[in-house]
Protein backbone atom coordinates (compact mmCIF):
# COMPACT_ATOMS: atom_id res chain seq x y z
CA UNK A 1 0.00 0.00 0.00
CA UNK A 2 1.30 3.32 -0.94
CA UNK A 3 2.17 5.95 1.79
CA UNK A 4 -0.30 8.81 2.19
CA UNK A 5 1.05 12.60 2.02
CA UNK A 6 -0.41 15.97 3.47
CA UNK A 7 1.29 18.74 2.06
CA UNK A 8 0.52 22.24 2.76
CA UNK A 9 2.94 25.30 2.93
CA UNK A 10 3.80 28.37 2.69
CA UNK A 11 7.16 30.13 2.25
CA UNK A 12 7.88 33.63 1.31
CA UNK A 13 10.99 34.48 -0.87
CA UNK A 14 12.16 37.83 -2.28
CA UNK A 15 9.78 38.39 -5.13
CA UNK A 16 7.79 34.83 -4.74
CA UNK A 17 5.24 33.68 -2.69
CA UNK A 18 4.33 30.07 -2.52
CA UNK A 19 1.33 28.63 -1.02
CA UNK A 20 0.20 25.11 -1.80
CA UNK A 21 -1.81 22.64 -0.15
CA UNK A 22 -2.61 19.17 -1.71
CA UNK A 23 -2.55 15.27 -1.04
CA UNK A 24 -1.13 12.79 -2.29
CA UNK A 25 -1.15 8.40 -1.96
CA UNK A 26 -2.23 5.37 -3.65
CA UNK A 27 0.37 5.85 -6.72
CA UNK A 28 3.13 8.35 -7.77
CA UNK A 29 2.38 12.36 -7.79
CA UNK A 30 3.70 14.60 -9.91
CA UNK A 31 4.26 18.44 -9.68
CA UNK A 32 4.21 19.66 -13.18
CA UNK A 33 3.78 23.56 -14.37
CA UNK A 34 6.44 26.06 -15.66
CA UNK A 35 9.69 26.91 -14.87
CA UNK A 36 9.86 29.46 -11.62
CA UNK A 37 6.13 27.73 -10.55
CA UNK A 38 7.31 26.65 -7.03
CA UNK A 39 7.49 22.80 -7.45
CA UNK A 40 11.27 22.58 -6.52
CA UNK A 41 10.56 24.92 -3.75
CA UNK A 42 8.18 22.50 -2.84
CA UNK A 43 10.30 19.71 -2.79
CA UNK A 44 13.31 21.02 -0.76
CA UNK A 45 11.00 21.64 1.67
CA UNK A 46 9.56 18.03 1.72
CA UNK A 47 13.06 16.85 2.30
CA UNK A 48 14.01 19.57 5.52
CA UNK A 49 16.36 22.07 2.84
CA UNK A 50 14.02 24.61 3.35
CA UNK A 51 12.28 25.62 6.56
CA UNK A 52 8.59 26.37 5.75
CA UNK A 53 6.93 30.42 7.23
CA UNK A 54 4.32 27.93 8.05
CA UNK A 55 2.09 24.69 7.27
CA UNK A 56 2.58 21.08 7.73
CA UNK A 57 3.79 17.87 6.22
CA UNK A 58 2.65 14.53 6.81
CA UNK A 59 4.23 11.03 5.35
CA UNK A 60 1.75 8.32 6.11
CA UNK A 61 0.81 9.88 9.91
CA UNK A 62 4.21 10.81 10.32
CA UNK A 63 4.00 14.47 10.74
CA UNK A 64 7.62 16.14 9.52
CA UNK A 65 7.12 19.71 9.89
CA UNK A 66 4.07 21.58 11.86
CA UNK A 67 4.89 25.35 12.46
CA UNK A 68 1.70 25.22 15.20
CA UNK A 69 3.34 22.93 17.21
CA UNK A 70 7.09 23.43 16.27
CA UNK A 71 8.14 19.80 14.90
CA UNK A 72 10.72 20.40 11.98
CA UNK A 73 12.35 17.07 11.70
CA UNK A 74 16.34 17.52 10.12
CA UNK A 75 16.79 16.33 6.83
CA UNK A 76 18.48 13.17 8.38
CA UNK A 77 15.52 12.08 10.53
CA UNK A 78 13.31 12.14 7.57
CA UNK A 79 13.75 9.79 5.66
CA UNK A 80 13.38 10.88 2.37
CA UNK A 81 15.36 9.99 -0.53
CA UNK A 82 16.29 12.87 -3.02
CA UNK A 83 16.90 12.33 -6.75
CA UNK A 84 18.61 16.10 -7.85
CA UNK A 85 18.05 17.39 -11.16
CA UNK A 86 21.14 16.46 -13.46
CA UNK A 87 22.13 13.66 -10.64
CA UNK A 88 24.76 15.44 -8.83
CA UNK A 89 26.38 12.19 -8.42
CA UNK A 90 30.36 12.23 -7.08
CA UNK A 91 32.47 12.13 -10.08
CA UNK A 92 35.46 11.05 -8.08
CA UNK A 93 33.29 8.15 -6.24
CA UNK A 94 32.18 4.32 -7.51
CA UNK A 95 29.11 3.34 -8.33
CA UNK A 96 28.85 1.61 -5.22
CA UNK A 97 30.21 4.29 -2.73
CA UNK A 98 27.70 6.82 -4.77
CA UNK A 99 25.31 4.51 -3.69
CA UNK A 100 25.86 3.98 -0.39
CA UNK A 101 26.86 7.73 0.50
CA UNK A 102 23.49 8.00 2.55
CA UNK A 103 25.11 4.97 5.04
CA UNK A 104 27.86 6.29 6.09
CA UNK A 105 27.24 6.28 9.57
CA UNK A 106 26.32 2.62 9.09
CA UNK A 107 27.82 -0.51 9.91
CA UNK A 108 30.57 -1.37 7.41
CA UNK A 109 28.67 -5.16 6.99
CA UNK A 110 25.36 -3.36 6.68
CA UNK A 111 26.52 -0.75 3.94
CA UNK A 112 27.64 -3.90 2.14
CA UNK A 113 24.57 -5.53 2.39
CA UNK A 114 22.08 -2.57 1.57
CA UNK A 115 24.33 -1.51 -1.33
CA UNK A 116 24.28 -5.03 -2.92
CA UNK A 117 20.69 -5.24 -2.56
CA UNK A 118 19.85 -2.35 -4.11
CA UNK A 119 22.45 -2.72 -6.84
CA UNK A 120 20.58 -5.82 -7.83
CA UNK A 121 17.22 -4.58 -7.95
CA UNK A 122 18.42 -1.77 -10.29
CA UNK A 123 19.85 -4.13 -12.52
CA UNK A 124 23.34 -2.07 -11.59
CA UNK A 125 25.21 -5.32 -11.10
CA UNK A 126 28.86 -5.70 -12.67
CA UNK A 127 29.01 -1.49 -12.64
CA UNK A 128 29.84 -1.28 -9.04
CA UNK A 129 33.72 -0.12 -9.44
CA UNK A 130 33.14 2.06 -12.51
CA UNK A 131 32.89 6.02 -12.00
CA UNK A 132 29.78 8.11 -13.10
CA UNK A 133 32.04 9.16 -16.48
CA UNK A 134 32.08 5.59 -17.40
CA UNK A 135 28.34 5.04 -17.80
CA UNK A 136 25.34 5.72 -19.86
CA UNK A 137 23.09 8.56 -19.22
CA UNK A 138 20.37 5.75 -17.83
CA UNK A 139 22.71 4.38 -15.89
CA UNK A 140 23.61 7.22 -14.30
CA UNK A 141 19.97 8.00 -13.19
CA UNK A 142 20.12 4.67 -11.85
CA UNK A 143 22.83 5.18 -9.74
CA UNK A 144 20.81 8.42 -8.49
CA UNK A 145 18.12 6.55 -7.57
CA UNK A 146 19.99 3.74 -5.97
CA UNK A 147 21.75 6.57 -3.70
CA UNK A 148 18.28 7.71 -2.54
CA UNK A 149 16.57 4.20 -2.12
CA UNK A 150 19.25 3.26 0.10
CA UNK A 151 18.24 4.91 2.57
CA UNK A 152 15.09 3.10 2.92
CA UNK A 153 13.55 6.09 2.50
CA UNK A 154 9.81 7.03 3.64
CA UNK A 155 9.47 9.31 0.97
CA UNK A 156 11.46 9.54 -2.58
CA UNK A 157 11.68 12.88 -4.57
CA UNK A 158 13.11 13.43 -8.18
CA UNK A 159 13.49 16.68 -9.13
CA UNK A 160 13.04 16.81 -13.21
CA UNK A 161 14.83 13.44 -13.54
CA UNK A 162 15.09 12.88 -16.93
CA UNK A 163 16.11 16.29 -17.93
CA UNK A 164 19.70 15.60 -18.03
CA UNK A 165 18.84 12.86 -20.73
CA UNK A 166 18.99 13.43 -24.42
CA UNK A 167 15.88 13.10 -26.11
CA UNK A 168 15.76 9.11 -27.59
CA UNK A 169 16.90 8.18 -24.09
CA UNK A 170 14.32 10.56 -22.22
CA UNK A 171 11.92 8.83 -23.91
CA UNK A 172 13.29 5.36 -23.29
CA UNK A 173 14.21 5.54 -19.35
CA UNK A 174 10.54 7.73 -18.92
CA UNK A 175 9.19 4.00 -19.19
CA UNK A 176 11.22 2.41 -17.38
CA UNK A 177 11.38 4.67 -14.58
CA UNK A 178 7.64 4.62 -14.62
CA UNK A 179 7.90 0.83 -13.62
CA UNK A 180 10.49 0.62 -11.08
CA UNK A 181 8.34 3.59 -8.66
CA UNK A 182 5.55 1.69 -9.62
CA UNK A 183 7.55 -1.78 -8.32
CA UNK A 184 8.79 0.00 -5.12
CA UNK A 185 5.34 1.04 -3.99
CA UNK A 186 6.32 3.96 -1.40
CA UNK A 187 5.20 7.80 -1.66
CA UNK A 188 7.13 9.76 -4.62
CA UNK A 189 6.85 12.97 -6.04
CA UNK A 190 8.11 13.79 -9.22
CA UNK A 191 8.73 17.29 -10.82
CA UNK A 192 8.30 18.54 -14.53
CA UNK A 193 7.60 21.30 -16.47
CA UNK A 194 6.75 18.47 -19.22
CA UNK A 195 3.19 17.13 -19.68
CA UNK A 196 3.81 14.31 -21.87
CA UNK A 197 6.60 13.34 -18.70
CA UNK A 198 3.85 14.02 -16.08
CA UNK A 199 1.40 11.94 -17.33
CA UNK A 200 3.69 8.88 -18.07
CA UNK A 201 5.22 9.43 -15.12
CA UNK A 202 2.53 10.28 -12.60
CA UNK A 203 -0.87 8.28 -10.78
CA UNK A 204 -1.95 11.94 -9.65
CA UNK A 205 -0.76 15.34 -11.60
CA UNK A 206 -0.40 18.21 -9.05
CA UNK A 207 -0.71 21.58 -11.42
CA UNK A 208 1.33 24.76 -10.47
CA UNK A 209 1.19 28.11 -11.57
CA UNK A 210 2.99 31.03 -10.05
CA UNK A 211 3.25 29.82 -6.53
CA UNK A 212 -0.19 28.04 -6.49
CA UNK A 213 -2.27 24.74 -7.00
CA UNK A 214 -4.41 25.47 -9.82
CA UNK A 215 -5.78 21.88 -10.28
CA UNK A 216 -5.00 18.04 -8.53
CA UNK A 217 -6.85 15.46 -10.57
CA UNK A 218 -5.78 11.94 -11.48
CA UNK A 219 -3.83 12.17 -15.08
CA UNK A 220 -6.73 10.54 -17.21
CA UNK A 221 -8.84 13.38 -15.73
CA UNK A 222 -6.68 15.90 -16.28
CA UNK A 223 -6.01 15.57 -19.59
CA UNK A 224 -9.66 15.38 -20.28
CA UNK A 225 -11.00 17.95 -18.00
CA UNK A 226 -8.58 20.94 -17.39
CA UNK A 227 -9.84 23.09 -14.55
CA UNK A 228 -9.89 26.16 -16.59
CA UNK A 229 -8.78 27.73 -19.38
CA UNK A 230 -5.30 28.73 -17.46
CA UNK A 231 -4.73 25.31 -16.86
CA UNK A 232 -5.15 24.12 -20.53
CA UNK A 233 -2.75 26.61 -21.21
CA UNK A 234 0.24 25.63 -19.16
CA UNK A 235 -0.99 22.25 -20.56
CA UNK A 236 0.31 23.32 -24.10
CA UNK A 237 -3.37 21.93 -24.89
CA UNK A 238 -3.35 22.44 -28.79
CA UNK A 239 -6.46 24.64 -30.10
CA UNK A 240 -7.37 26.10 -26.88
CA UNK A 241 -10.34 28.75 -28.17
CA UNK A 242 -13.13 31.23 -27.08
CA UNK A 243 -16.29 31.52 -28.62
CA UNK A 244 -19.76 33.05 -27.41
CA UNK A 245 -22.44 30.82 -25.65
CA UNK A 246 -25.77 30.48 -28.04
CA UNK A 247 -27.83 27.81 -26.11
CA UNK A 248 -26.96 25.41 -23.19
CA UNK A 249 -28.81 22.80 -21.70
CA UNK A 250 -27.91 19.82 -18.89
CA UNK A 251 -27.12 18.05 -22.18
CA UNK A 252 -25.45 19.88 -24.83
CA UNK A 253 -24.14 23.43 -25.51
CA UNK A 254 -24.55 25.27 -28.41
CA UNK A 255 -21.74 28.00 -29.22
CA UNK A 256 -20.56 30.77 -31.87
CA UNK A 257 -16.88 30.82 -32.90
CA UNK A 258 -15.64 32.49 -36.23
CA UNK A 259 -18.88 32.90 -37.69
CA UNK A 260 -19.55 29.26 -37.50
CA UNK A 261 -22.49 27.71 -34.76
CA UNK A 262 -20.89 24.60 -33.17
CA UNK A 263 -22.48 22.08 -30.90
CA UNK A 264 -20.99 20.20 -27.80
CA UNK A 265 -22.08 17.68 -25.66
CA UNK A 266 -19.06 16.81 -23.47
CA UNK A 267 -19.66 20.27 -21.50
CA UNK A 268 -20.18 21.67 -18.36
CA UNK A 269 -23.63 22.30 -18.72
CA UNK A 270 -24.70 19.94 -15.87
CA UNK A 271 -23.13 21.76 -13.38
CA UNK A 272 -24.07 25.22 -14.57
CA UNK A 273 -26.48 26.69 -17.06
CA UNK A 274 -24.21 29.81 -19.03
CA UNK A 275 -26.63 32.18 -20.31
CA UNK A 276 -26.71 33.32 -24.28
CA UNK A 277 -23.64 35.57 -24.76
CA UNK A 278 -21.97 34.55 -22.08
CA UNK A 279 -17.59 34.57 -23.43
CA UNK A 280 -16.16 30.73 -23.09
CA UNK A 281 -13.84 28.95 -23.77
CA UNK A 282 -13.23 25.66 -25.33
CA UNK A 283 -10.53 23.66 -27.17
CA UNK A 284 -10.24 21.28 -29.72
CA UNK A 285 -8.24 17.99 -30.17
CA UNK A 286 -5.66 18.17 -33.38
CA UNK A 287 -6.70 14.33 -33.62
CA UNK A 288 -10.21 14.73 -33.89
CA UNK A 289 -10.61 17.11 -36.39
CA UNK A 290 -11.79 15.39 -39.30
CA UNK A 291 -11.19 15.93 -43.07
CA UNK A 292 -14.05 14.61 -45.19
CA UNK A 293 -12.83 12.47 -48.37
CA UNK A 294 -13.77 14.74 -51.84
CA UNK A 295 -14.43 11.37 -53.28
CA UNK A 296 -17.06 10.41 -51.20
CA UNK A 297 -20.19 13.49 -52.04
CA UNK A 298 -21.28 15.49 -49.97
CA UNK A 299 -20.71 15.21 -46.39
CA UNK A 300 -23.16 12.65 -44.36
CA UNK A 301 -25.29 14.38 -41.37
CA UNK A 302 -25.64 11.43 -39.45
CA UNK A 303 -21.64 11.29 -39.54
CA UNK A 304 -20.32 14.90 -39.85
CA UNK A 305 -21.33 17.32 -37.11
CA UNK A 306 -20.02 21.01 -37.27
CA UNK A 307 -18.81 21.29 -40.75
CA UNK A 308 -16.65 23.97 -41.85
CA UNK A 309 -14.03 25.11 -45.31
CA UNK A 310 -10.58 26.32 -44.42
CA UNK A 311 -7.49 26.11 -46.27
CA UNK A 312 -4.17 24.82 -45.14
CA UNK A 313 -1.39 27.73 -44.34
CA UNK A 314 1.27 25.66 -42.52
CA UNK A 315 2.47 22.29 -42.25
CA UNK A 316 4.73 19.85 -40.21
CA UNK A 317 6.05 16.89 -40.53
CA UNK A 318 6.16 14.67 -37.46
CA UNK A 319 7.58 11.08 -39.17
CA UNK A 320 3.95 9.27 -38.90
CA UNK A 321 1.78 11.98 -38.68
CA UNK A 322 1.57 15.59 -40.21
CA UNK A 323 0.59 18.64 -38.49
CA UNK A 324 -1.88 21.09 -40.88
CA UNK A 325 -3.20 24.43 -39.92
CA UNK A 326 -6.26 25.55 -40.90
CA UNK A 327 -7.39 28.85 -41.94
CA UNK A 328 -11.54 29.02 -42.07
CA UNK A 329 -13.09 30.53 -45.07
CA UNK A 330 -14.55 33.01 -42.82
CA UNK A 331 -13.79 36.81 -42.93
CA UNK A 332 -11.72 38.66 -40.11
CA UNK A 333 -8.94 37.82 -38.07
CA UNK A 334 -7.88 33.90 -37.04
CA UNK A 335 -8.47 32.67 -33.93
CA UNK A 336 -4.76 31.86 -33.60
CA UNK A 337 -2.92 34.49 -34.85
CA UNK A 338 -2.39 33.07 -38.46
CA UNK A 339 -4.25 29.82 -38.46
CA UNK A 340 -7.87 28.69 -36.61
CA UNK A 341 -7.00 25.15 -35.75
CA UNK A 342 -4.59 23.15 -35.73
CA UNK A 343 -5.44 19.07 -37.35
CA UNK A 344 -3.09 16.48 -36.96
CA UNK A 345 -3.78 13.58 -39.67
CA UNK A 346 -1.40 10.14 -39.93
CA UNK A 347 1.05 10.22 -42.30
CA UNK A 348 -0.72 7.47 -44.23
CA UNK A 349 -4.12 9.63 -44.85
CA UNK A 350 -1.88 12.91 -45.71
CA UNK A 351 -0.45 10.76 -48.91
CA UNK A 352 -4.01 8.95 -49.70
CA UNK A 353 -5.56 12.56 -49.60
CA UNK A 354 -2.56 14.34 -51.58
CA UNK A 355 -2.61 17.15 -48.90
CA UNK A 356 0.37 18.20 -50.54
CA UNK A 357 -1.59 19.28 -53.13
CA UNK A 358 -5.03 19.90 -52.71
CA UNK A 359 -5.03 22.89 -49.80
CA UNK A 360 -8.84 23.34 -49.55
CA UNK A 361 -11.22 21.12 -47.01
CA UNK A 362 -14.36 20.62 -45.94
CA UNK A 363 -13.35 19.36 -42.38
CA UNK A 364 -15.86 18.25 -39.39
CA UNK A 365 -15.57 18.05 -35.98
CA UNK A 366 -17.44 15.69 -33.03
CA UNK A 367 -20.17 17.03 -30.71
CA UNK A 368 -17.73 15.44 -28.36
CA UNK A 369 -14.53 16.68 -29.60
CA UNK A 370 -15.33 20.24 -28.37
CA UNK A 371 -14.52 20.30 -24.82
CA UNK A 372 -15.96 23.21 -22.95
CA UNK A 373 -13.91 24.73 -19.92
CA UNK A 374 -15.29 25.87 -16.55
CA UNK A 375 -15.28 29.20 -16.67
Not at 122 to 148: D, F, M, N, Y
Not at 151 to 175: M, Q, Y
Not at 224 to 245: C, D, H, K, Y
Request: with cysteine; hydrophobic share 45%; net charge neutral.
Amino acid sequence: MTARLDVDLEKQLPGFDLQVRWTAGDGIAVLFGPSGAGKSLTLACLAGLVRPDAGRIVVDGRVLFDAATGVDLPPQRRRVGYVFQGYALFPHLSVADNIGFGLRDRPRAERTRRVAEVVERLGLGGLEARRPAELSGGQRQRVALGRALAIDPALLLLDEPLSALDLPLRRALRDELRATLADLRMAAVVVTHDFTEAYRLGDRIVVYDRGRVVQTAPRSELLWQPASEAVARIMAIPNVLRGTVVKATPDRIQLRWRGQLLEAVNSPARAYLPAPDTPLAFFIRPEYVRLIRKDRGLADPSHHMNVMHGTVVEEADFGTTWLLRLRLDEPGAPAQGAYDLEVEVPHLVYEILEIDRDRHWEFSIHRGSIHVLPG
